[in-house]
């Protein structure tokens, strides 16, 4: 376990849905389909209210087309950038809202927690109405972007995090996708999560890890992992609204 703060508050409240979509995680290409995604998704119906994740300045508000804030111009349709200051980041941290269907602020605009910044939607590359978060670490750029898991409080009350680093034996970061994070106590679900899909996303400055997973009800797991020819598995511990972290080296006997 770390000690680990959660300082960003879910954008989307109740009765919305602020569940990150499993299908399209942090890090995922979508089995080589999609661009790398550089945040998460949270499926709602178009005109969901959008909220501010923590005190902040709005630093972009509107379309991007002519100002491109994703990898082609027109990627996120309409969205608001937040600037924050967060104790403990070390750095700014600017928060993405896209696929807006309407914006509700403007730049320069002062914003608390909570506030209604805009409504969901579905412009530019999207599939459906949603909510596109991302994390971005020490400026507004598609490159600094962190994983949302490690930024946004846990949803449920008995919530925690799992983030991880599988390296080979020199050490480098592996792309996995054969991973089972299964609940070994009653009642806990079973996960199917991999790891980024490039090492260009280096995670978080403070853990360099290239898995995190979040929203797993505290209890105990068995990360189960195929790789090298062989099973690898170990047992770890999630608790409450906590950060538990591994390293580990995957290499063949």
């Known amino acids: 376990m770390l000690p680990w703060a959660f300082p960003l508050r879910r954008p989307i409240a109740p009765p919305g849905n602020s569940a990150i979509a499993p299908t ?17 998704d949270m499926e709602n119906p178009r005109g969901t209210p959008v909220l501010a994740a923590a005190d902040g300045e709005v630093v972009f508000a ?7 804030l994703g ?41 608390a ?36 898991v490690l930024w946004l409080q846990p949803p449920g ?5 799992l983030a991880m680093r599988l390296v080979d034996a020199a050490g480098s970061p592996l792309h996995l996708t054969d991973i089972v994070v299964r609940g070994l106590d009653a009642g806990l679900p079973t996960f199917y999560p991999q790891t980024y899909a490039t090492p260009d996303l280096e995670g978080d400055p403070r853990l360099h890890e290239n898995l995190a997973l979040g929203g797993l009800p505290a209890g105990h797991y068995a990360v189960e992992i195929t790789c090298c020819g062989r099973l690898f598995r170990r047992e770890v511990e999630i608790r409450p609204h906590q950060l538990t972290f591994a390293r580990w080296t995957l290499a063949a006997p």
């Open 113 to 148: 927690a909570g506030a209604v910044i805009g409504t969901v939607g579905s412009r530019g590359v999207a599939v459906g109405p949603h909510l596109h978060f991302e994390v971005r670490l020490g400026e507004d750029a598609y490159a600094a972007a962190q994983n949302p």
């Open 71 to 111: 990898p082609v111009p027109n990627f996120y349709g309409q969205a608001v950038v937040l600037r924050h200051v967060l104790a403990g980041a070390g750095q700014e941290v600017y928060t993405l809202y896209g696929h807006l269907d309407t914006v509700a602020v403007q730049v320069g605009q002062a914003v």
């Open 62 to 68: 509107g379309e991007d087309a002519l100002l491109p």
């Open 24 to 40: 399209y995680p942090f890090g995922s290409d979508y089995h080589g389909l999609r661009h790398v995604h550089h945040g998460v």
């Open 157 to 161: 009350p008995r919530d925690g995090v």
